[in-house]
């Protein structure tokens, strides 16, 4: 029996990505993340109870990074309902994902929970009543419950990593607290997050873990439909920094990217597609994993702001 026409798409995609040259630049701020092979790629895509296909080095684990921040939020949310909103707000930045530059304008409460000051205060209101290792627990439970993967973990090394270089997280977790807007310690909240960052997935195990996004009978629903929508929307508006308006245009679909290299992004109702190639575009989003997905968008025909037009798959 021959290939599907999307698992063709997604061969076809991954050879291309392989051929390539201009790879973009890994992340060299995180010393563990600099030694990183930047010819590798993989394309992963999950349906609600279909299998999910795959191409390109799919086996490899990779730090997922920021695209944690999805499922932090998405515990933040089922814990904390709409409080969090009192401390974070859900506005694009246009900012780098690690700029501090509004938070002193804007008295300490960071745009969204996707840029780093944002999330520091989503993990640190998860973190509120229980211990960093609870705290991580719970996440790591979350992500497994939702891949159907009990063997995700945390790399140590990575976090550590970043725990020895990370001076401008800590100077964002200073400058929350000075405006009381961080409930716990600085040490002991970035220590949670670094960890969070520091999750490892191959693109099979995001894109299963993504499946919640997408909604359906068949899938985990481990947040309400509501916050779905919402994490979505601030995937779509806020989850590729001050490059999401150009993610917006050219792939059309909510996403979330990691200075990994990763990228989780979803098509409402229909999949969750995983892509990781380490090499970054100036906005630190994967660059030939944003290409990847902007074929894979176009050739399937999906977009959230499409007028039912089908693509050619
Ligand atoms: N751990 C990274 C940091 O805080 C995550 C940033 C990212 O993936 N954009 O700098």
Redo the contacts with the bound molecule.
Sequence with gaps: MGSSPLQTALNEIAASARAREDRGAV?S??PELAGIDPDQFAIALARPGQPTLVAGDAQVPFSI???SKVFMLALALGQLGDGLWLRVGREPSGHS??SMLLLELEKGRPRNPFI?AG?IVTTDAVLQGSTPRETLAALLRFIRAAAGDDTIHINDRIAQS?IAT?H??FALAHYLRSHGNLTNPPDLTLGT??HQ?AVEMTVTQLANAGLFLVGGPDVPRPVSERHIRRINALMMTCGH?DGSGDYAFRVGLPGK????GGILSIVPGVASIAVWSPGLNHY?NSKLGTEAMEQLASRAGWSVFGAGERGVL
């Design positions: 992340a701020y995180i990074q920021s695209v994902f690690d780093n999330a970043e990370g401008r997280n997050y670094f960052c920094y990217s990691g200075v990994g630190g």
